[in-house]
């Protein structure tokens, strides 16, 4: 369709949509702007320069910022520029924060220094993938076939479309996939519930949600339900004073899981704390620590954790005044009255319900961990205090999920090691709330029209209209939309590269082609690009103005000004979001999206900015959490830094002080009261019952099953430490430090006839990846480890050369929303097919793109 045409029309239905837009925002009268579109101003100059002679230090300008990605932490980056070039990142000294000096590094202040990753951040900046200019498909969804188009030619088609999905389909055809790529800002924000594009779909009136969270909905559910919240978590520092420290599923090595955790777990080692490593492979950490590994099979650590339960009990080693003062259902004498008829978690584990005591015994059958260790672990820790049951989340991202974490609960509760220094009740492991949104995102926030899990909407086109609700975790609604299916015919990416991170990647591949507008709002060209109609190039955070969030934990705000201009033709989400706005609802969308800015929004952005951020600043963090800090202070030094009297606990304030927990009962609940009250669950967005003490159930595959005889590794997909999921596969620094590789354990690859280096091929009923093997000892046998996040880049027949999992895993959810990430069992052979590291193709996008004659 020419863009003349698509213009007619959307003037034409404008009045359709304005209208039911004013319903929701009960505003003023609608103007179309005139024309309906914006002088585009041409290119800025380039503003290259030659790099003879080299600026020295002291010639190059130095300004403060940080990362903003979804990496398990938060560091200062320091940026050294010369004119509008970044020739240099480095990263705090001690320099920057109040009352600090070159250097400074203590406990109560330590420095916010970067890793690799952060540092490698000028290779990502001025990759050859950087997406630099609007562009459209040409070609089929996947082939990576785009042309250049202006801003203005692109926000027309996908304004035009949105409006004509709309009124074709209704409010639930478009579907937001925006994610945490950049949701540790307060203002550029990409999140489901808190993001940008979110409010800028729901006040448009057509928007899908999708609800549950990949990295931990088995642990948030788990840490709601138990807790009553997910701010389960202590402070960094707080590690140093265990004795023992049970890294269960946890890899903080390689896995980032806060700022300066491996520090404050040193300075645990030094004091004498005994370390543990639960997980089907020897880590880094564990390697670090020194400490006892006790590899399991993936996805039983239920039934392990039960099994501790059970010695736990029959030797009577629980801390019964714990017990008996903050826990409900946890035995017969903590039952509340409404509940006498029901299971309480003591006779469950003693197989009073089911006849099946989950004695050690019972467990080493099902976790493939000798009883004795069991049982000396139990030991252990019920004997040690203060000890740290570290329940990471990967466990969790499997089939029943919830389970471990619920179980995990019960042991920290029952060995009384929750609201003292040096226990841990994590879970989540948030630990401190920031005042995380400086725009109003409070007017018309988190509108949905229906919302769903998030890895099954490719079922959901597939199979509708005959999808059943509990098949894509329907979310409840209180009017008679209730239990309609989504008609998804659009997605947006924003901050996400959910279409290589999801699971089941053919699957969406097959469900990507029955769509009619997909948009990708991206800094770089990525796997999920290569899928989309349009790609629209995002300014990444060096180039706008933003305060940074820490992620989880560590007690601070980082400044991020606007190092550099926006490069090519880049634009932040919220100049896209708002102009589409005015085109699509003219002054009354735009301004109600945007109240601070004008149209002129989408050229000059930076007193809008600063004007939420200033505004932010003073009403929230400086009234609500009482920082004597201004905003210029806070601009000038960089960094603002909270410091407390003693390491912040989660639950101290109620174990010491006897305040309630945040749950129905006021206690911690092992009988969790909203469950036990579900009487129809297929209306819940569960879809299924879920136990309401933590049970012990069988997933849908594991090293157990019978499916073994065809596929007998289990293959569990942790997080890189070279990458932040898909960001950074494409930076060479970084390749230098890995490779993607399969690992497997030597006996295995014996059987297999297989080397270190060797190609082989993984695969299952879902897709097939090639990679080069790493043998070890490392990895228990029957085991596979392959890390997520690498750029597929697939062959003529659909195999994956570069090594994703997600081409492996099921797109089928627990109950309670788990992403069933590492439930996944497959094969493995050598192969002669072709292995390519992932960015070949992609490296030559641009060139590729732009050369095309079209
Ligand atoms: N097999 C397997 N798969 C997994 C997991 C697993 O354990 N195993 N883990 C899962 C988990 S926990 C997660 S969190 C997901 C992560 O999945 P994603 O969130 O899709 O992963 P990222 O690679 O971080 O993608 C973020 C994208 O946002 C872009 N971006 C960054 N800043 C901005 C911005 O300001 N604006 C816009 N528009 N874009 C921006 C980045 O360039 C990047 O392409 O992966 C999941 N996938
Ligand atoms: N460097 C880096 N750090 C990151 C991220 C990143 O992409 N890169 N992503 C961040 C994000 S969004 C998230 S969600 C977190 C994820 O944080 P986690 O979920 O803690 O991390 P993972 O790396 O998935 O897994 C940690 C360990 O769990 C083990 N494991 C896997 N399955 C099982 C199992 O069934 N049982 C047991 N006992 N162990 C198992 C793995 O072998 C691995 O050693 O990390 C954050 N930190
Ligand atoms: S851990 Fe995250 S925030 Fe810190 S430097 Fe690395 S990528 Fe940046
Ligand atoms: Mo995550």
């Excluded at 993936?298 to 629980?318: E, K, R, S, V």
């Excluded at 270190?756 to 990679?771: H, L």
Aim: hydrophobic content about 35%.
């Amino acid at each position: 369709m020419s863009i003349d045409i698509l213009k007619k029309n959307l003037s034409e239905r404008l009045n359709l949509s304005r209208r039911s837009f004013l319903k929701s925002a009960a505003a003023g009268s609608a103007t179309l702007a005139a024309g309906g579109l914006v002088e585009l101003k041409t290119a800025k100059e380039a503003k290259a320069f030659a790099y003879e002679p080299y600026p020295t230090d002291d010639q190059l300008e130095t300004v403060v910022t940080s990362c903003a990605h979804n990496c398990g932490s938060r560091h200062m980056l320091v940026a050294h520029k010369w004119k509008d070039v970044i020739v240099r990142l480095s990263t705090d000294d001690g320099r920057y924060q109040r009352g600090g000096h070159f250097g400074k590094d203590s406990n109560d202040e330590p420095q916010l220094r970067a890793c690799l990753r952060g540092r490698s951040y000028r290779q990502r900046l001025y990759s050859a993938e950087r997406l630099l200019y609007p562009m459209m498909r040409v070609g089929e969804r996947g082939e990576g076939k785009f042309k250049r188009i202006s801003w203005d030619e692109a926000l027309d088609i996908v304004a035009n479309k949105m409006v004509q999905i709309k009124d074709t389909y209704g409010p639930t055809a478009l579907v937001d996939q925006s994610y945490a790529g950049a949701s540790y800002g307060v203002l550029h924000k990409s999140d489901q519930i808190e993001g940008l594009l979110g409010r800028f779909l729901g006040m448009f009136g057509c928007r899908t949600s999708s609800w549950s969270v990949p990295s931990y909905q088995g642990t948030t559910f788990s840490s709601r339900m138990t807790f009553g919240t997910i701010e389960d978590g202590n402070e960094d520092d707080a590690f140093a004073h265990s004795k023992l420290m049970i890294m269960w599923g946890w890899n903080p090595a390689y896995t980032f899981h806060g700022g300066n955790t491996f520090m404050y777990m040193r300075m645990a080692k030094q004091r004498g704390c005994k370390f543990v490593l639960v997980d089907p492979q020897y880590t880094d950490s564990a390697a670090a620590y020194d400490a006892w590994w006790i590899p399991i099979r993936p996805n039983t650590d239920a039934a392990m954790m039960a099994g501790m339960a059970h010695y736990i009990f029959t030797n009577n080693l629980q801390d019964q005044g714990f017990i008996n003062k903050f826990c409900q259902g946890m035995d017969a004498g903590t039952m509340p009255e409404w509940a006498k008829d029901k299971e309480n978690f003591k006779d469950y584990i003693l197989g009073k319900y089911d006849g099946e005591p989950k004695t050690p015994e019972w467990a080493s059958k099902v976790c493939g961990v000798p009883a004795k260790d069991i049982i000396k672990l139990a030991d252990m820790y019920a004997r040690t205090k203060p000890a740290a049951l570290k329940a990471s989340w990967a466990p969790g991202r499997n089939a029943y999920g919830e389970q471990y974490n619920r179980m995990a609960a019960a042991l920290q509760a029952m060995t009384g090691n929750i609201g003292n220094l040096g226990g841990c009740a994590e879970g989540v492991g948030k630990a401190w709330h920031a005042e995380a949104v400086a725009y109003p995102y409070d007017q018309y926030s988190n509108i949905w029209f229906q919302s769903i899990k998030s890895d099954r909407w490719a079922h959901c086109v597939l199979n509708y209209p005959n999808v059943k609700r509990e098949e894509i975790g329907l979310w409840q609604r209180e009017d008679n939309t209730d239990g309609q299916i989504p008609n998804i015919k659009g997605i947006f990416w924003q901050g996400s590269d959910w279409f290589n991170q999801l699971t089941n990647i053919n699957k969406e591949i097959e469900a990507i082609n029955k769509l009619e507008l997909v948009v990708c709002m991206d800094s770089t060209i990525t796997p999920s690009g290569l899928y989309a109609d349009i790609l629209l190039p995002i300014a990444t955070h060096f180039e706008r103005h933003d305060v940074a969030l820490p992620w989880y934990k560590g007690h601070y705000y980082i400044h991020r000004p606007k190092v550099i201009e926006p490069m090519g033709e880049s634009k932040s989400d919220f100049q896209v979001f708002t102009e589409l706005a005015y085109r699509i609802g003219g002054d009354v969308f735009g301004k109600a999206y945007n109240p601070k800015a004008n149209r002129d929004y989408f050229h000059v952005d930076e007193h809008v900015d600063e004007a939420y951020l200033r505004e932010w600043w003073e009403q929230k963090v400086m009234h609500h959490q009482h920082v004597d800090m201004s905003w210029d202070e806070f601009k000038q030094r960089g960094v603002y830094k909270f410091t407390f009297d003693q390491p912040h606990v989660a639950f101290r304030d109620q174990v010491e002080n006897g305040t309630r927990f945040q749950t129905p009962s006021g206690k911690i609940e092992i009988l969790a009261t909203q469950l036990a009250q579900i009487t129809d669950w297929k209306r819940t967005m569960y879809g299924y019952e879920i136990p309401y003490i933590p049970k012990w159930v069988e997933p849908w595959e594991s090293l157990n099953s019978p499916k073994t005889a065809k596929y007998p590794f289990h293959l569990v997909s942790p997080h890189p430490r070279w990458r932040t999921h898909s960001i950074f596969n494409n930076c060479s620094w970084l390749r230098e430090t890995y490779e993607q590789e399969v690992t497997i354990n030597a006996s295995d690859a014996k059987k297999l006839g297989v080397k270190t280096g060797d190609t082989v091929e993984v695969w299952n009923d879902r897709g097939k990846v090639v990679v080069p093997a790493y043998v070890t000892e490392r990895c228990m046998p029957g085991v596979a480890v392959l890390h997520e996040g690498v750029w597929i880049d697939l062959d003529e027949n659909g195999v994956d050369r570069a090594g994703n999992p997600d081409m492996l895993t099921l797109d089928e959810p627990s109950p309670a929303g788990a992403f069933a990430y590492n439930t996944v069992l497959c094969d493995i052979q050598k192969t002669d097919l072709e292995h390519r590291p992932g960015w070949d193709k992609l490296a030559t996008s641009r060139a590729h793109v732009f050369r095309r004659d079209l």
